[in-house]
């Protein structure tokens, strides 16, 4: 809850380590970037309650701790990437509120 607008850059790839990333009910707008692939560590993703558009990037299927993902609310579209089913374990997957599918 901050209003952050804009697209979220390629540049927080860098970020070494990130175990939680939460940037819901902002202004975010444009694709999520495929350079989210690099936090394979992640166990959290947060990015609900934005403007978000276009796919899911299959480059998400490189994480190999994730248990919470939250992207509803946004206008995502297209199919789930196959790649997510190579998650070990998911506690909790939202992805309602989009036009989604798969």
Request: charged share 10%; no cysteine.
């Amino acid at each position: 809850d901050n209003t952050l607008g804009g697209v979220l850059p390629t540049e927080i790839s860098a970020w070494p380590v990130i175990d939680t990333f939460y940037v819901d009910n902002n202004a975010l707008s444009g694709t999520l970037p495929t350079v989210l692939g690099a936090w394979t560590s992640i166990t959290g993703f947060h990015i609900f309650n934005n403007a978000l558009s276009g796919t899911l990037p299959t480059e998400i299927g490189a994480w190999t701790a994730i248990d919470r993902f939250h992207v509803s609310d946004n206008t995502l579209s297209g199919v789930l990437p196959t790649e997510i089913s190579a998650w070990p374990v998911i506690d909790t997957f939202y992805v309602d509120n989009n036009a989604l599918s798969g």
